[in-house]
């Protein structure tokens, strides 16, 4: 099994900077991708960052030049650095990983989620 653990999220305000933390962990052979998605109230979870294994990173256009998605030093973790921050921006963002947890399997693991809140 693989289980993704994040950390970071909070009350913040508008302009300012948070960074989300997630580490996964379990049995895992390759990590293809690890990415952030946001689900703000009454919405559908979107794609916010995405790196791959190779590095290359994509993002929403809503957040391009504001966010930042990295690989940790660490094994299979991954950081979002967010800053100015805007009210839009508030949502609970959900950590995901693809990951093969052998030759034969690979799945989509995500982690519990972690509140972002921009006040204006």
């Known amino acids: 099994q693989v289980r993704l653990v994040e950390s970071g999220g909070g009350l913040v305000q508008s302009g300012g900077s948070l960074r989300l933390s997630c580490a996964a962990s379990?049995?895992?052979?390759?990590?293809?991708?690890m990415g952030w998605y946001r689900q703000a109230p009454g919405k559908q979870r979107d794609l916010v960052a995405l790196i791959s294994h190779d590095g290359s990173t994509n993002y929403v256009d809503s957040v391009k030049g504001r966010f930042t998605i990295s690989a940790g030093n660490a094994t299979n973790t991954v950081y979002l650095r967010m800053n100015s921050l805007k009210p839009e921006d508030t949502g609970v963002y959900y950590c995901n990983a693809d990951i093969a947890t052998s030759l034969l399997s690979r799945s989509h693991y995500w982690g519990q989620g972690t509140q972002v809140t921009v006040s204006s």
């Open positions: 379990g049995s895992i052979y390759v990590t293809h991708a």
